[in-house]
């Protein structure tokens, strides 16, 4: 049974003896040389499919375009690649380069600091595509976001051009006057170029996951006063508390799907600190631990999976997790209860390897277990169904699958790998959230939003 806001009053979602056991788990080396092999996947997506001289990744492997918020996933891999040792700190720190001076050189591709969703691959600028036209404050978000760990690790001429990202990032433009809330972007009366009229978008930012964790973290962090919002805007995004039978309530997203736990994790380290306080701002809204949220919602995802497996056979214990995918005749964006939509949207049990790689963070022992079970997957033949040999030019898993429909996508999407690629790395050695946490920006917007440090035993 799942209710959701079924409380008495709204509870709070604080740390419990099971958070502190999946922040001390530790693989095997078996673990480890699977991770290993995972994220090599990940990482040679953002390293191939790009294209002089720009050098961004491809939104999709089969999309003429770049996504900007699979640039910020692809420049946050640089320091991963160097550390694992599959590039140099040379490369990583020329191709670095050679990203940021493309899109900063160009005027065409963004509007009051926030960049275009899809941009050209070749040039940076204007795609002059069928492609939506929006100056978007979540992909630029997570550009932006991407981009502060690649500039803290490579320091110098890539930190300089972070910098620039930054300071010219105008979030209080957005802002909507009715009820401040970040709008959801810019778009252009006419399509084919920047500089004239347009309007900001209609729909607002208001749910508090992780789309507008990240995005609302950025904005009250920016070091110009000028472009800064008001912390308490944070804290005013809705709270709807939900649960799944006899398991922990937390925070629900819109549609359940699993990337609204994870994306902004793969940067914000809500380890280190204590549940939020909103009423430090005057709201009246549960105290949230978001790391302890985010381990109560891949399990709760989880349990639903394996509830629905008699329907759904590619769901089993360890095969498991939807998210927003490509599909076997569209791009699917599930809904799993408890959620606020109220519904489920199963299509038809389409599993994405990123759901449970990029969740590793919160249950590292369910996640490694199903990466593993999908790795080893078989068709009948007796061949990898689920895995795309990595040295024959395939990028690892693959970014979902249907054992019901045969079904295995030829596809992969960036914004997929990226996450998977940077969560992994969190769980291993926690690289990601350190170098996006040392940057002024993070301090900034700790400070500002009142989060107190969680002591370390």
Not at 142 to 167: E, T
Not at 309 to 337: K, M, R
């Amino acid at each position: 049974m799942m209710t959701a806001s079924s409380f008495a009053g709204p509870p709070d979602v604080l740390r419990s003896p099971e958070t502190d056991r999946a922040l001390t788990y530790r693989f095997s080396p078996e673990d480890e040389r699977l991770l290993d092999e995972v994220q090599r996947g990940c990482f040679a997506y953002f390293w191939r499919e790009v294209e002089p001289p720009a050098m961004l990744a491809r939104d999709r492997l089969k999309s003429p375009v770049s996504s900007i918020a699979a640039v910020g996933f692809q420049l946050s891999s640089l320091p991963i690649g160097v550390e694992r040792g599959w590039i140099t700190r040379e490369e990583g720190e020329q191709r670095a380069l050679t990203i940021l001076d493309a899109l900063l050189a160009r005027d065409d591709n963004k509007r009051f600091g926030m960049y275009l969703h899809f941009v050209d691959r070749n040039t940076g600028g204007l795609s002059h595509t069928s492609y939506e036209v929006l100056a978007s404050t979540i992909d630029s978000a997570l550009f932006i976001a991407g981009a502060l760990p690649a500039g803290q690790y490579f320091g110098g001429a890539v930190n300089d051009r972070v910098d620039k990202l930054v300071r010219d990032a105008n979030w209080k433009a957005f802002v909507r006057a009715s009820d401040s809330y970040l709008c959801m972007g810019w778009r252009p009366t006419d399509k084919t170029r920047m500089d004239g009229d347009g309007e900001f978008h209609h729909a607002a930012w208001t749910v508090a996951s992780a789309e507008e964790h990240i995005i609302y973290w950025l904005a009250v962090g920016s070091p110009v006063a000028e472009h800064a919002i008001e912390p308490a805007s944070y804290y005013k995004l809705r709270r709807e508390i939900g649960k799944h039978d006899d398991m922990p309530h937390y925070v629900v997203s819109w549609s359940g799907t699993l990337f609204h736990y994870f994306f902004s994790q793969c940067w914000i380290d809500f380890r280190s600190f204590e549940a939020d306080d909103p009423s430090a701002f005057g709201v009246s809204l549960p105290r949230v631990d978001w790391f302890e949220n985010s381990r109560r919602a891949v399990l709760t995802h989880r349990q639903r999976c394996i509830e629905v497996a008699d329907q759904f056979h590619t769901f089993s214990e360890n095969i498991w997790g939807l998210s927003a995918c490509t599909g076997p005749n569209s791009y699917l964006v599930p809904h799993v209860q408890p959620n606020m939509a109220k519904d489920d949207k199963w299509h038809e049990g389409t599993v994405t390897p990123y759901a449970a790689g990029s969740s590793i963070m919160f249950a590292p022992k369910e996640c490694v277990d199903a990466l593993r079970a999908m790795r080893d997957l078989k068709d009948k033949d007796g061949k990898p169904f689920a895995w795309r040999d990595i040295d024959a030019g395939g990028f690892g898993l693959v970014d979902s699958f249907n054992l019901d429909l045969n079904f295995a996508s030829d596809d992969y999407v960036g914004i997929d790998e990226g996450p998977m690629l940077l969560a992994i790395e969190n769980a291993r050695t926690g690289l990601i959230w350190r170098l996006f946490m040392e940057h002024p920006v993070s301090k900034l917007a700790a400070e500002r939003l009142k989060l107190s440090p969680r002591g370390r035993d």
